[in-house]
């Protein structure tokens, strides 16, 4: 289950005096020598891991690591291999307690070695998420010179130990606390207005793929509501167009959804959206992007009606040559176009009230009344901000030294407003926001305690966090973002920490719609849905791949997560299941009937459609996404669970062909929770296939490359859980026959059986897929690492496995429900100690 230990542990080599420290050493050293050097010894290293070097000091946390793995190799039979002699059940129990009773001896000493305070810096997009909830302000922190991307490890861009601070960070920090405060307290506030284009009847504006129409020029960046009249006609093959506001200036669409509409009858879409200063268009984004109006030369850029669009120059045509032509591209006609904003809702501004001091001075003596009277408004104000945006209570010397910034600007003749947002932007700039810390110094703990002589009681309390620090882990858990007023005031009462009071919070905050956040990005990150598009796909091998289909691969594999969720279902559904959540676009890639899924919820026609962008912030948590449905699937569909998405599969190919290894590498690590050791170096390269030379799989190369004395034992665990895939293609795609560039004869027949390595075999991806759900406690244990990783933002350890053991057997009962795994997760000591 420790799926770092491999990547990252140093082999420790000790004199022999240290090795054979402990009396009972020499109890387990026959079955050392007899059952393991042979393979892991001075001569040999399968697997590139030496035993007779291996240190026995457990009090060092990789060093016990290391020993788990031993540990969980010898209980999962995986070692000594079935082609090896086999110890009795006597003698590996004998050495499997003696393992498990070593690391248990050292548990207290490697605890110990922790620090007193440890320190989590947010991820942009939770600072984005924490200046939303806090200001009102939306802050798009992927911006270009925003904020700098975060590192990753294993997917989780949260990890405490990646998310390091320098001096570019902390310049950062400083514009965009400047930024959202002037946003959130402007000299003088923008006003709303609408704003509306047309055509001009009876002409409509065409919008092929890739043209571009409309002008929404934003002078002051906010929520924009745009609504927009129009017909939608699909291609020939059943593809929709797909209506975007599109970003001139960063060349993306900000928000969009897929439409359908006759050209007799129109239907109105709304968008809302936080949309930055700058210019947008209305885009068709549908595959098939053609160069706006140079390609097909002289066709209109509006029309009175469909019969106005003739044959085009240079070859192209428009519609098919039927008796009742239908469009080749999907299309566009659009009446008119309106837009509204910057909007303010009433729950953004009610967030920002106490926040700021109402009165206004400026040029007044220090010791007048205005200015003392102002001061103290102020302080109150700041209190309350500071309080909000750190999380906790702030100290009365704290308070000091930011109104000390207040008194000193209004001192050099600053007026009362530009005074008080340098106290906020100093709040916002420091540590204090930007860092979740949880614990204290052992002074500090002594102080608190009242004991100033016997620590006994703060060592106790350093094990465990307080309310406050809580509080911010439940919320960042999962709404990616600060506490709310509720979840403080029980933190404020040193209540939370108690099992009713904690487990009623809990389900409040499920039932959120900031628990949107936590349905997105914890699946993206457990899965690594960041690699899909890293490796973009060949458009001479894959030309139907574009931009909206690989959005609507994430989306799949997201919506799927939120609606195991929302139903809360079992996370055997991740593994296999009759059903997905898919769009048109995604079911013609999968070779579904679009109409299936497009007609199960398009509107009636004429009625207006509601859409909402990226943020999240406007997200029905009890909805899918615009355009996307819960689909049931038939056998042949060949799709089910989260290892047959698009998106998984892509993300495991490299844009020209599907990567078997690669494909097993992400099944070990994200449903069994545990890393292959890197490849050695030097590996040779799989090679096209010669042309004088019959066709020849991925798979048949990769045999005959794994024959190789130092490649032989990782790929028997490695190549079963990829091979089971090989029915897809790089880009998900299902098929009977895989496409070999080069060589002679036919292109070869799939071959997708493959044997685990103890001994169960499987003949297609769906009897992989029933293996995988046959052995659910193995998986329910490595997606409670996932989950607890994701909560407490750091790398679980062998400490940490008894808890995450006992978390997924208390979940058992329940048929392992994803809200009852929160919940265990959420009440048990693991979540709430340091």
Not at 9 to 24: E, I, K
Not at 359 to 386: I, K, T, W, Y
Not at 738 to 746: F, I, N, Q, W
Request: charged fraction near 25%; glycine fraction near 6%.
């Amino acid at each position: 289950m420790i799926k770092h230990v491999l990547m990252t542990v140093c082999l420790v080599t000790v004199p022999a005096s240290v090795l054979l420290a402990a009396d009972d050493d020499r109890s387990v050293q026959p079955f050392f020598a007899k059952y393991c050097s042979r393979c892991h010894d001075a001569k040999k290293q399968e697997g590139e891991f030496r035993l007779d070097t291996l240190s026995r000091e457990f009090s060092k946390m990789l060093v016990a690591q290391r020993w788990g793995e031993v540990l969980f190799r010898i209980n999962s039979g995986e070692m000594p291999p079935k082609d090896e002699p086999q110890p009795s059940p006597a003698e590996l129990g004998e050495v499997a307690e003696w393992i498990s009773a070593q690391i248990d001896e050292g548990r207290a000493a490697r605890m110990a070695q922790r620090g007193p305070v440890t320190h989590y810096r947010l991820s942009r997009d939770e600072y984005a998420n924490v200046v939303y909830d806090l200001l009102g302000v939306h802050f798009d922190a992927r911006m270009p010179g925003a904020l700098n991307e975060d590192p990753r490890w294993h997917g989780f861009d949260r990890i405490g130990s990646m998310l390091t601070l320098s001096p570019s960070h902390v310049t950062r920090y400083l514009s965009a606390a400047e930024t959202v405060l002037n946003e959130a307290f402007p000299t003088q506030p923008p006003k709303s207005s609408k704003q509306r284009q047309a055509a001009g009847a009876p002409n409509r504006w065409l919008i092929l793929p890739g043209w571009h129409q409309g002008n929404i020029n934003v002078q002051h960046s906010g929520l924009y509501r745009i609504r927009v009249q129009l017909s939608a006609l699909p291609s020939f093959k059943g593809r929709l167009p797909r209506l975007s506001i599109w970003n001139s200036s960063l060349k993306r669409a900000e928000v969009g959804r897929d439409v359908i509409a006759s050209e007799e009858k129109p239907t109105v879409v709304e968008f809302e959206a936080f949309l930055p200063q700058g210019g947008f268009r209305l885009t068709n984004e549908a595959p098939g992007k053609l160069d706006d109006g140079h390609t097909l030369g002289s066709t209109p850029k509006s029309v009175t009606s469909l019969a106005d669009i003739h044959i085009v120059p240079k070859g192209y045509k428009l519609f098919t040559d039927e008796e009742k032509p239908r469009p080749i591209f999907p299309m566009l006609l659009v009446d008119w176009l309106e837009y509204e904003g910057p909007i303010l809702t009433e729950a953004d501004q009610k967030k920002r009230e106490g926040l700021f001091p109402v009165g206004q001075v400026s040029n007044l003596p220090s010791d007048s009344p205005q200015v003392e009277n102002l001061l103290h408004e102020a302080r109150s104000c700041l209190n309350r901000f500071m309080a909000l945006a750190w999380r906790r209570s702030p100290t009365d010397a704290e308070v000091d030294r930011y109104m000390k910034i207040i008194e000193s600007e209004l001192a050099a003749g600053e007026n009362s407003r530009s005074a008080y947002l340098s106290a906020m932007t100093g709040v916002m700039a420091s540590k204090n926001c930007y860092y979740i810390v949880e614990g204290q110094s052992r002074l500090s703990l002594r102080e608190s305690s009242g004991h100033t002589t016997n620590t006994s009681f703060a060592e106790r309390k350093a094990t465990m966090i307080n309310d406050w620090e809580l509080a911010s882990r439940l919320s960042f858990f999962l709404w990616s973002s600060m506490p709310d007023e509720e979840l403080l005031e029980a933190a404020g009462k040193g209540e939370l920490h108690k099992p009713d009071v904690l487990r009623t919070q809990l389900q409040r905050m499920m039932a959120d719609r900031k628990i949107d956040r936590f349905v997105d990005t914890f699946p993206g990150q457990w899965l690594q849905l960041h690699r899909v598009g890293m490796f973009p796909p060949d458009p001479e091998l894959y030309p139907d791949y574009d931009a909206w289909l690989e959005q609507s691969m994430i989306r799949e594999t997201t919506g799927v997560f939120g609606e195991v969720f929302s139903r809360n279902l079992s996370i055997r559904e991740f593994l296999s299941s009759d059903w997905t959540v898919m769009n048109s676009r995604l079911a013609m890639h999968y070779g579904i009937d679009w109409r299936v899924v497009e007609f199960a919820r398009i509107p009636e026609t004429g009625a207006s459609t509601n859409v909402t962008n990226k943020t999240g912030v406007l997200a029905n948590s009890t909805t899918l996404r615009p355009g996307f449905h819960r689909v049931t699937l038939a056998p042949d569909d060949h799709r089910g669970g989260v290892l047959t998405h698009a998106s998984v599969l892509s993300l495991t190919s490299d844009g020209t062909r599907h990567r078997p290894v690669h494909r097993g590498v992400w099944v070990s690590e994200a449903i069994f929770g545990r890393t292959p050791p890197p490849p050695p170096p030097n590996v040779e390269p799989l090679e096209p296939t010669p042309s004088n030379k019959p066709k020849a799989t991925i798979r048949d190369q990769l045999e005959a490359h794994a024959t190789h004395a130092t490649c032989a034992s990782c790929h028997q665990k490695i190549d079963p859980l990829g091979f089971a895939f090989d029915n897809y293609d790089a880009i998900g795609r299902w098929r009977t026959h895989e496409k070999v560039a080069g060589g002679l004869g036919d292109d070869p027949p799939v071959n997708a059986r493959g044997t685990f390595p103890d001994g169960r075999s499987y003949e297609n991806p769906e009897q992989f897929k029933q293996l995988l759900a046959g052995d659910l406690d193995r998986f329910a244990e490595a997606f409670v690492e996932q989950l607890a990783t994701f909560a407490l933002r750091r790398v679980m350890t062998i400490d940490d496995r008894e808890q995450i053991k006992a978390i997924a057997e208390a979940s058992k009962h329940d048929r392992y429900r994803l809200r009852t795994v929160i919940e265990q997760l959420v009440m048990a000591e693991l979540f709430q100690k340091r």
